[in-house]
């Protein structure tokens, strides 16, 4: 069993083998070259979409004029009247060169901080990505589509923004007086119908009016067929005419969809009981089939649905670059004087969760320069029994075990993180795959692949001494190819236990969090998702009471609390828990306030708690909260800090 070294990278040029080569970048990005992009498709990319931080005092202008529009495309809005003056963060889409000229000598060395790989997958990997395809023409039996922000104007007021996926625009209760509350929708991929809106440079856009003429035109006797309307305005998802889209998807059952529950928690027709009930201040009332008088329910509305990779990809592989891009054309949508409340209930598990990851860096920048302007709400994530999080300190020369049980059949690729803390070079980390010896133990600064004698790698671990993806000590990733495939040509790695032994060669004590990436199924796709987990047999799975929680006693590795989404631990978003409205306050999803165990050492700067928390559970066997069904009529229940996000977004837009 040994180790093979790291290729030059085809689309970066940057030879990853060399001495200190991966330090300073993302360990997603050098994974990705040395796989060949095999995760994303099997196809090399022509342009790289990416997240960037510039250093202290630059601008998004000073960027794009050191480069040139051959290699580097930055979306027009990060440099329009919408981007706050000395913004820091954008996204772009690049070429090889851009990597060279971020090297000593460079043009763009002293400007670049840090950067991000976002999903080099579909359009956005094209040259469609920093060329748009001509506007679609007018239609006369088809919705108008209108010309950038001209028949709807640039909003004022208070303004709700959701950033999810499939969004029911024409639901009743998203309409005031038969008319569509939705004043702008961006789709984000490549499949829906309207104009590409010239601020980002890909995607859809519709407007208010065009929702409404596609009512219009889809109305039998006063009552509005809503499947042909999602069907007239490319909303596959939501329409009954539902190609499937590649292998991945399949029609969803027009009862549920995330985003349209999500949207109606947020400023739907309903109002919440603590609002209106004489109830006492710390009682969190559940929402109310009352008639809605708040704010939020009259409140215009913008809709952001999420491109269907990023709904996808689970483990949050473009989500940097496309949530920041959404807050920015919703930015582009208002005018100066709007109060605007974003409302995000997605999220990944892996990350530094202390408020570093370059998307909540972006987040909080954002909310700072706009001086009250803007707000955002989190779900804190429903990882919490899911065994996805581990915690050690180790003293010198102390070594532990983590056991990463990697699932059969899983057809994408599963990650895990580990955090170390400041200042400590002395951890030192052994990976041995399921039934195999272990190989030889990797130090600080090294990073290798194992090919299991083959030509693919099954595994590498990436091991810098700095990362992109994280702003306090470093992030060791261990990246471990799919487990099943159709395509004989696809490696795939063993299934099973595979072990991780730290070891402490330093003088210092150093913690550690190790951190399993997401990897689920969301609602609509079938894409072969296979959650991993720890193992630990001290772990209590009993369920019984008092399982659900840590205890300081219990010697299990595997933490409860440290499971929280990664993008919500920023230090001026809101991440929101979720409670029952009768039984055990906490549901056994949600991260919980106070933390049940506070007491055990964590890295600086670990964010466990969260902020605000809402109603996401009825009781422990009624699980959820009712909302809004795809079509107008329907309550459907689902369940997560999803459904708690949105109340306390109503919330925030309330009080602004």
């Known amino acids: 069993m040994s180790w093979t070294k790291l290729p030059k990278g085809e689309f970066t040029g940057i030879d990853w083998a060399k001495p200190g080569a991966t330090n300073g970048f993302d ?38 004029a050191a480069a040139s529009p051959k290699w580097l495309h930055v979306p027009p809005a990060y440099t329009s009247r919408a981007a706050p003056k000395g913004l820091r963060f954008c996204t772009a889409r690049v070429r090889p060169a851009f990597f060279k000229q971020l090297q000593p000598g460079g043009s763009l ?25 001509a506007n679609p023409p007018v239609h006369s039996s088809g919705p108008t589509w209108q010309a950038e922000t001209q028949a709807e104007g640039l909003l004022s007021g208070k303004v709700l923004a959701l950033i999810d996926d499939s969004l029911a625009l024409a639901h009743a209760n998203f309409l005031h007086q038969g008319k569509a509350r939705t004043r702008y929708f961006w789709r984000q991929d490549a499949q829906g119908k309207g104009r590409t809106p010239q601020s980002m440079g890909y995607g859809h856009e519709l407007t208010a009016a065009d929702i409404n003429a596609a009512m219009q035109a889809n109305s039998y006797n006063g009552l509005v067929d809503e499947s042909a309307v999602y069907v007239a305005l490319g909303l596959s998802t939501l329409g009954s005419k539902m190609p499937r889209r590649e292998h991945f998807f399949h029609a969803l059952d027009t009862s549920v969809s995330h985003g349209t529950h999500v949207m109606d928690l947020a400023a739907g027709p309903r109002t919440l009981l603590s609002q209106v009930a004489n109830l006492p201040p710390t009682f969190d009332a559940p929402p109310s089939w009352a008639k809605a008088d708040d ?8 809709a952001v649905q999420l491109d269907y990779d990023t709904v996808r990809d689970t483990s949050g592989g473009s989500m940097n670059v496309h949530v920041l ?13 709007a109060k605007v409340t974003a409302n995000i209930s997605f999220g990944t598990l892996a990350g530094p969760h202390d408020g570093t990851l370059l998307l909540e860096a972006a987040m909080d920048e954002l909310i700072g320069l706009l001086q009250g302007r803007l707000q955002i709400a989190l ?7 899911l065994r996805t999080h581990a915690n050690v300190t180790l003293l010198k020369n102390e070594h532990v075990a983590l056991h990463w049980r990697v699932l059969p059949d899983d057809s994408t690729q599963s990650f895990v993180e580990l955090w170390i803390e400041e200042d400590r070079d002395g951890l030192e980390i052994t990976i041995a795959p399921p039934g195999r010896a272990a190989l030889p133990p990797l130090k600080f600064g090294e990073s290798r692949m194992w090919t ?19 702003r306090r000590g470093t992030c060791a990733l261990l990246a471990v190819a799919p487990t099943f495939s159709f395509d004989d040509k696809t490696a795939t790695a063993p299934s099973g236990v595979w072990q991780i032994t730290l ?22 796709t079938r894409g072969g998702a296979r959650q991993s987990h720890f193992e630990d047999a001290w772990y209590d799975t009993s369920g019984n009471p008092d399982s659900f929680v840590d205890h300081p006693d219990n010697p299990s590795l595997i933490r409860r609390s440290g499971s929280f989404n990664s993008i919500a631990t920023g230090n001026k978003t809101v991440s929101v828990g979720g409670t029952r409205i009768t039984g055990p306050r906490w549901a ?46 329907a309550a459907v229940r689902l369940m997560g800090t999803s459904d708690a996000s949105p109340q306390e977004a109503r919330r925030i837009l309330n009080g602004m």
Not at 325 to 337: F, K, P
């Open 295 to 302: 704010d939020a329910s009259r409140a215009a509305l913008i």
């Open 503 to 524: 070891t402490n060669t330093g003088k210092k004590v150093v913690t550690v969090d190790a951190y399993v990436e997401r990897d689920d199924v969301v609602i609509g």
């Open 452 to 470: 299991g004698g083959g030509k693919q790698p099954l595994c590498a671990l990436i091991y810098p001494e700095t990362v992109a993806t994280g």
């Open 27 to 64: 360990p997603y990005l050098v994974w990705a070259e040395a796989d060949n992009f095999s995760g994303y498709g099997n196809k090399r990319p022509k342009w790289l979409p990416i997240a960037i931080e510039l250093k202290s005092s630059t601008t998004v202008q000073q960027l794009i």
């Open 109 to 133: 060395h002293a400007l670049v901080l840090r950067l991000e790989l976002g999903l080099p997958a579909a359009e956005y990997a094209d040259d469609s990505a920093v060329n748009p395809p």
């Open 379 to 385: 779900a804190a994530g429903n990882s919490y029994q």
């Open 588 to 633: 056994h999803y949600s991260p919980q306030k106070p933390d049940p165990d506070a007491g055990r050492a964590q890295r600086p700067g670990v964010i466990r708690i969260p902020d605000a928390q809402a109603f996401s559970d009825e009781n422990p066997p009624t699980l959820g909260v009712n909302a809004a069904g795809t079509r107008s009529g």
């Open 325 to 337: 891009d959404g807050l920015m054309y919703v930015l582009s949508r208002c005018a100066d004087d």
